[in-house]
């Protein structure tokens, strides 16, 4: 039987092949376990084998399973929705969130990020290809985002996260991809100190990595299927 450390193995003999393919370190790039619907001894299995940074796309099963594990040093990753009444949650339990797609989300996470804590890290979620069911805000609103949430206390503004429609095909992946990394650098280019494009997941890290990514999501791969 494969196990979870094998699985994890290959996803970064996978990451490093692609990393090889676009001429970049393979330090470039992070590896974020999407642990969703799994329980903790699937976290721990993983974290024996070396992983350290999780993602969690349900806020509530995501708060049960951090106290769980409360005596492993995990970096916890939101990565799922966030509504208005989750921010709390959110804000105390994780270090990063992905998923931040409007200034009052934004707000809130700062305002309850509890003052002991260093600030929360966040990623404005795009939809980069205008998908009808995709959460996210649109390209031309987030440099106006941007600089809002940035001015915020609580919180420190790292890059963008994207989740395209799926597509065939590496190249068309790809070209999805450099959409985001586009924008990505046309921030930078205001001067917003921005270091991490949370994008690729299972199907296609090797495009988002071709196209710049310097975090991918993956769950499949490393854990299996989800029931």
């Known amino acids: 039987m494969t196990t979870i450390a094998d699985k994890l193995q290959q996803v970064r003999q996978r990451m490093a092949r692609a990393c090889a393919d676009a001429q970049r370190p393979a330090d470039e790039v992070t590896l974020l376990a999407v ?3 799994f329980g903790p001894e699937a976290v721990r299995e993983a974290f024996a084998a070396g992983q350290r940074a999780f993602g969690e796309n ?3 099963e995501a708060v049960e399973k951090i106290a769980l594990l409360a005596d492993l040093p995990i970096e916890w990753h939101c990565i799922g929705p966030i509504q208005s009444n989750k921010t709390r949650l959110v804000a ?10 409007r200034l009052k989300i934004a707000q809130r996470l700062s305002e ?5 804590l260093p600030p929360l890290s966040v990623c404005l979620q795009v939809n980069i290809d205008g998908g009808a069911n995709k959460s996210g805000a649109a390209p031309g ?33 790809k070209a999805l991809h450099l959409k985001a990394r586009a924008l990505f650098d046309s921030l930078r280019a205001t001067g917003l100190p921005l270091d991490t494009l949370s994008m690729g997941m ?20 490393i854990f299996g299927s989800r029931g």
């Not at 299972?202 to 791969?221: F, N, Q, W």
């Open 92 to 101: 105390t339990h994780f270090q990063w969130a992905h998923s931040v797609d």
């Open 35 to 37: 642990s969703k619907t």
């Open 58 to 60: 349900y806020i509530q």
């Open 202 to 221: 299972t199907a296609d890290l090797e495009a988002a990595i071709a196209a710049g990514s310097t975090l991918v999501r993956v769950g499949t791969a």
């Open 141 to 173: 609103e987030v440099l106006d985002l941007a600089r809002k949430v940035a001015a915020l206390p609580r919180l420190a503004l790292r890059g963008l996260m994207t989740i395209p429609e799926p597509v065939e095909g590496f190249e068309a992946q």
């Open 112 to 116: 309850q990020r509890p003052e002991g």
